[in-house]
């Protein structure tokens, strides 16, 4: 996933809530790590019952879910074959690593970003073994277990893999290379979690230079989202593994975002994705609930709403198991050099296999002809 960073606006909503804010100053509790960590004060407020809840031994392994028709994230807590774990965190699927460490973290650690992404992880694998069942295939498994990295603070390159740019706020699924270069098949993929954090206002903003105020919401910006805690988040990278083989890792492209927003909000149970307010100083929520209008030009480029939205209509339309198990079937027929143009043939091609009737292919091809209609000279399906 990928957002923006840092608005005007964003900044006079801080500006507005200094006022609630400033009756204490939150410390740095653990739950928002890495140097020159500048945590938002209306955030930390508002999930301190939950972040308390959260670290509480007696909770661990602890992860964080919504309840059905609830607005607030909960604690659980779970444990792996009946038994509380111990040891490195690691099994067939995955392994987990503390920033750029090679030593696998252990359980003993009592990490709770690492329990939670341990949990959901497993959430999704449980999902793509119904899928597979439902495609009656196996979907991707990786050679080697996939290497996930929290609390990461460093961009990725390829060669030296960790470089000195700073990063944050986001989360992200390597090596994000184009697979007819680089990639091998048997090559090792990694999920980093970035740290949530507050960044300094832009140089020329007198506020971020000022002994006792810039490190306040005067002096900085930002959107802190503490990706590793946001299950949706967490679902959302593991399907850019199961899409790997079709789409590659390229990111920005709107069919391999589109798929890992549906398929990472199909197993968040509803559509949206975020939607974890208490970890993030914006809400980061996108709804993909609404029926989505034609195709802009935007959309055919870049990744949005559209694509999402447009397989919410189609899962509403036709039903969980049939749409979900159509869209993988038109996602084989794709590749990393797909655009969205492509989509419309494909999903066609893979409702024609006998599992949609007559009527709901002709109401399917009109559906498609309306969404994905020629526009601003480009050629439509
Ligand atoms: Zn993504």
Redesign the pocket.
Known sequence: ??FVLLSAAHVLVFLASIQIASAEYPRNDGMLSGTENIPDLVDAINSRVLTKDLERPENFPAYLYKPKGSSHTKVGRYFIGGKYPTGPIECEHLKMHLRQSDEVLTWESHNTAASNVYYHVHRAIDYYNWLSSMVGEQINQEKKPVGIRLEMDVDWAMWIKFTKAERHNTSQTFPDVDPDKWGTPDEEREIWFFVPKRKYMPPYLITRWIPGIKDTVLGTAGFPLDAARVPTIIY??WT?LMTRPYLGII?DSAL??GY?DYYGSVIGGGPSMGDTEEFSTMPYSRDFSSAPDPATKKDLVEPGNFVPRFFWSLRKRFGAARTDSMLWRALKLLTPKSELLDLPPAILKAASDGTFAPDEITDLTKRLQYLFAPKNGRKGS
Request: glycine share 0%; net charge negative.
């Open positions: 996933m990928k959302h990278e850019h990111h391999n975002e890992s």
